[in-house]
Every structure is written in structure tokens, then in C-alpha cells.
């Protein structure tokens, strides 16, 4: 049993800062890579950023530059920093954990930015 737990969204206004953070939970045996995912209203869910065990890190490219991804390894966490915030980044995010090709998903939390 795996649990996904995320925190941090809310309302903010453009080029307002967020910090989205994401706890794992459970029978985890071995560390995994950790992403965030989003999906905005009548959109499909797209990556948005990931880190593997060892740090390296990728980005959609709209959000390099503004997102930052971190994660501790010791408590199985992973955080999304975000700066600079536009009204399109505006949806459900989603912390996802894969763990020996299987994939973990919390249930989301709600960016709002205003135009």
C-alpha cells in the first residue's frame, strides 16, 4: 500500500510563486523516480517535471526556467517549486511515483492563477 499525499496549491495572481510539496507513504520497498503531472479542465494530464533517485531532472519545456523540482530521499518526498506563475499553468496538479515499473498517484491539488 503506497499513498500520495500533496499540499501547497492555491490562488495566486500572475508572476506569483507557489511551492507544491508531496509525501510518500506506505509499503515502499525501493526509492523511485518522482514527477508531477497537470491537467487543466477539458485537457488531457501532461508531465510537467521529474527527478530521478539521483537528482537529475527534466522539465516541459513552457515551465523551464520558472519550475524547479527537488525531492529528499530520505523521507521519499518530492517538492515543486514554482515562479513566475501564468494563467496556463492553471490546473489539477499531480504527484506520480514509479516504483519498479509501477506507478503511484496522489489526488491532486488546485493551481489557480489569475489573469
Known amino acids: 500500500q503506497v499513498q500520495l499525499l500533496e499540499s501547497g496549491g492555491g490562488l495566486v495572481q500572475t508572476g506569483g510563486s507557489l511551492r507544491l510539496s508531496c509525501a510518500a507513504s506506505?509499503?515502499?520497498?525501493?526509492?523511485?523516480?518522482m514527477a508531477w503531472y497537470r491537467q487543466a479542465p477539458g485537457k488531457q494530464r501532461e508531465f510537467v517535471a521529474t527527478i530521478t533517485v539521483t537528482g537529475f531532472s527534466t522539465y516541459l519545456e513552457s515551465v523551464k526556467g520558472r519550475f524547479t523540482i527537488r525531492r529528499d530521499n530520505a523521507k521519499n518526498t518530492v517538492d515543486l517549486q514554482m515562479d513566475n506563475l501564468k494563467p496556463e499553468d492553471t490546473a489539477v496538479y499531480y504527484c506520480?511515483?514509479?516504483?519498479?515499473?509501477?506507478?503511484?498517484w496522489g489526488q491532486g491539488t488546485q493551481v489557480t492563477v489569475s489573469s
Open positions: 506506505g509499503s515502499i520497498r525501493n526509492l523511485g523516480n
Open positions: 506520480n511515483l514509479n516504483v519498479l515499473s509501477r506507478n503511484y
